[in-house]
């Protein structure tokens, strides 16, 4: 039951980050005093902890509310979570991403504004930012319009996909959603299968959270500051074993980080 509840935070955690992240882009390109104070980056990280971290572990804890037993088990696929398709279900659990994407959309769109309106000003800007570059920015705001494009469909979309052909049931009470609660559903893949609908909730649910990684991966895995760190790494592991890369180091321009 543990990894279907690290699922439901996963599910809300993506579009949070991706929240924290437009707030961010956004602050710097429509900062106005270029000078920021350690109180005013405090607050900042505390504000994305409780978004990207609060926001997910609270959903967790709702969605016990209207999970109607453990969990299920498809075959093929490993366990999902059980939601009891009632109405409370939507405010508690399902809107969650739909309603941060919604928001990041907006804070992407700001971003967008204020960057064109203040370009003139932007290396400026984004240099009074600690460890933030030109290239990282423009690599985080590709982020933010990705999110602008898929967030908010793909949200929509999962809810339409999960709830499709479900009938609507009634809140009765507590014990009523939580009856014979240890039960945990088993359904066979030739059953799962058989169904368009519930085969793109499957895949969809398992392919998600590695697509949302690659895409990272592609933006900043590969920029000059992750190669470095690579480099630095790499150096550290052979030096323990009594070798040298600093020569090779030096032809591929990474003597920073190795010093």
Known sequence: MLATKFLIGAGVGIPASALCINRRLYSIASVRNISIGREERRRATIIDLCISVGI????????????????????????????????????????WPVLLS????????????????????????????SSMTVNRYFRLMLLSCLTMLLNTPLSAFSIYINTHGLQLSPWVSWSDAHYNFSFVE????????????????????RWIYPFSALIFFGLFGFADEARRN??????????????????????????????
């Open 56 to 95: 997910p572990m609270l959903v967790m804890i709702l969605h016990y509310i209207v999970q109607g037993h453990r969990f299920n088990i498809l075959e093929d696929i490993g366990c999902t979570p059980a939601i009891y398709n009632t109405l409370p279900a939507y405010p508690l659990v399902f809107m």
């Open 102 to 129: 919604l928001i990041s959309f907006v804070y992407a769109g700001l971003t967008l504004r204020a960057f064109w309106v203040r370009r003139i000003q932007f290396s400026e800007l984004v240099s009074s930012a």
């Open 186 to 205: 088993q359904i066979p893949a030739v059953i799962w299968r058989s169904s368009v609908t519930y085969i793109v909730s499957a895949e969809m649910s």
């Open 230 to 259: 690579y480099v630095a790494a790499l150096a550290y592991v052979v030096s323990k074993l009594g070798l040298k890369p600093l020569s090779r180091a030096k032809k591929l321009g990474f003597t920073t980080a190795l010093s």
